[in-house]
């Protein structure tokens, strides 16, 4: 089935099966490869992208449900304010290690500012828990939230 | 710093000659090659590859020649050339090289091994290019090189003022002979500009925008993807598949057979094994996801092989039963044990048993591979890429010589990526259909064929004297093997503290067969052993009612150097960490609420010394919260990369306690039951305590990071459990029903 999807502010035609997860079309169809895989059924946040502004699962989306919706991944969440101030924070505070729940961490982050510009702390573990990071950089990933969030007024 | 690695007996620091070879790289500018005689092997006889570029309009292109895995040597590395060639870091640009150990030694991410190897080494790579710079400039102004300073990438003539930056010298330095490597004047350290300052992520910029940096990014003009299915029970082979219907589904270019090869040992005897192909059926399909989904209609008759009924359960029966028993073989005997027992006026016996576990890297494993033409070309994220390529060579009947492999970064390593079954897989799949393929395992496929950390058992007796000493020490190790020798990474080293401590002392192990593949994940041994021996250690200090850390320092006994890894374990750094640990945690100064306690262990691992202690509540539901985390952490006298080292101490914290509180793999008919997160989850968000990570410098050469602080953290935590409850962890994962009140 051909499809006309709205990612990043364009408008990309791919020719896949009706039931090939967001996922898998924004990685091989479109070579969007900023979205990872890591578990394939919504367990562990690093496939996170932005469907109309919500943090979904794009492992778990087939290509059929997202129509005219606007999906939004880590390759342009810089151009946003929110997200750009984050990237920022994550380079500032040197979260990664290997880097590869990154994305994931850094799109559901944005969801949350976006909804809650100055979260608590439990705010943040609260959106957050569910990305998992197994190299452990959780501690760093908090403050990261924190100092974009405060970059704000600055901003 | 690096996160795992091979078995100890791999960890003995080379002795080094080194030479330098100098010459004027491809496109105008200064080439260093530096070489290490005595491990590189001369694959490519006369390749000259070089760590430090430098183009004439001055940007510094520095090698980086380790698999970068997460644990930051990509930075590290570079920093310490850069640090000696005195350029700035901004004018750094860092390049990931090829697997090629013929011209750089030692590309392994494992064992923390990239510190204590390349500390030294690397920082006199930098120095040298620089004295050819500087032996440069003094030609052209006909100055004596005493007259002259470098600094932030220029070279100064002090008495005229006069400057040139490298990039106007390189030509003239490129002429020059290359100085050796002993010879050159290394800086002072008081002098760092770089090393021991906190310096981000070279690749972080790129991270953050989601660029393709990973294994799992790669695309290869033409490339096809590929599922592979092996039989769930690891020995097993695939017998026949409903190939033909496979064939028919959309987008599948092809499904065959592939047969068992290459030196994949399942029963291990001794050695380690890295793998080989395993027996199962490929699907080769025109993307990832059809692949998949033609893999679900797949129907395969499986040989399970003699594994079939192997269980968690079974392997804990047999443990028990052996426990009863004598030791079959004795791994150390010091005085006599059974006797001192007898006369101990306090003994206290406890067994101990943990489960296999998984490394579930973030990052599936996966390969990209293109075989055609008796030639390999493969983008692999591997921790030891250059056993893949002997794997590869092998199973497949190339050249060594014709198999270029370059190394992916990858999304965490943890042991796992030291074995190259993925790259076996793509290669011969690949060549079976000859094209590009990009294999990626499922996240099922990931958890389910693990080289595991294995499963172990461990019946302990201890003696406590009047005077509260421990004096008799008896314990009989049950694990995977056979004829008396241990499968890969089960071996428990005799020199264990605390061995060496206690006059009369006797450890004993039996092993069993397994169908399990086992390998080294993170602080191999040590991230169970150490678990056992400082909670029954902890144990007998309540039996001789001592405090829990003074007991742990008097253990320790005299200054010296006890036998164990490297040149041994020196008490005295012990001693050093277990203090500082104690005034950094206030230890046994705060009053703490009821069902509150505090719990230390430490832990000698890959010539590292780290002492931790952990304050956790625990409610009257069994429920448990961390409080925090301190760790002291003795790895010589100079920390390369203070932001790194932190984010990695943290890192393999968090990693411990998520084994201590929510790992374990389960076997059932021969095959894992668990196949995602759901069923095996490193440590939340939710569940991460504050860690506060402080480092003892002393004057020692600089060490490794990745492994040490690991395993301390899962005892302090079981210590601490106990002060809270009064009741004892002998079963990881923690039972947090078995904690109620
Ligand atoms: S890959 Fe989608 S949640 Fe894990
Ligand atoms: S940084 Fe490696 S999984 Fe998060």
Known sequence: MRYSLHVNGHIHTVDVDDDTPLLWVLRDAMNLKGTKYGCGVGLCGSCTVHIDGEPVHACRRPVSSIGISKVLTIEAIGSTPIGARLQEAWLKVDVMQCGYCQPGQIMTAAALLARNAAPSEEDIVEALDGNLCRCGTYLRIIEAVKLAAAGRKGA | MSQVSPPKKSIRLPSRRTFLIAGTAAGGGLVLAYYVSGIGKSRKPGTLNAYVRIAPDNTVTIMAKNPEIGQGVKTMLPMLIAEELDVDWKQVRIEQTDADESVYPGQIAGGSMATPLNYEPMRRVGAAARQMLVTAAAQTWKVPESELVTGSGKVRHVPTGRTLTYGELVDKAAKLPAPSLDSVKLKDPKDF????????????????????LFGIDVTVPGMFYAVFQKCPVPAGKAVSANLDTIKKMPGVRDAFLVPAGGQFGFIAEGDMQYSGLMSGVAVVADSWWRAEKAREALKVKWDEGPTRLQSSEGFARAAAALGKKAPAFTLRNDGDAAAALKGAPHVIEAAYAYPFIAHATMEPQ?????????????????QMPETGRELVAKTLGLDPKNITIHMLR?????????????MVEAAWISQAVKAPVKLVWSRADDMQHDFYRPAGWHFCKGGVDKAGKIVAWQQHFVSFGKNNKFANSCDMPPYSFPAGRVPNLNYGATVMPSGIPTGPLRAPG???FVWVFLSFIDELAHAARKDPLQFQIDLLGKPELLPGEGEGLDTRRLLGVLEKVRAMSGWGKRKLPKRTGMGVAFAYCHLGYVAEVVEVAVSREGEIKIGKVWAAVDIGRQIVNPTAAENMAQGAIIDGLGEALNQKITIENGRVVEDNFDGFSPLTMRQTPPIEVQFVLTDHSPTGLGEPPLPPVLPALCNAIFAATGKRVRSLPIDTALLKA
């Not at chain 2, 990858?410 to 993925?422: I, P």
């Open chain 2, 526 to 528: 040590d991230n169970a």
């Open chain 2, 193 to 212: 500009k770089i090393i021991g300052h906190s310096t981000p992520g070279i690749d972080g910029p790129m991270l953050v925008k989601g660029e393709p």
């Open chain 2, 410 to 422: 990858a999304g965490g390593g943890f042991g796992r990526r030291l074995m190259n079954d993925y």
């Open chain 2, 366 to 382: 996966n390969c990209t591979a293109d075989v055609r033409g008796g030639k390999a070309e493969i983008w692999a994220p591997s």
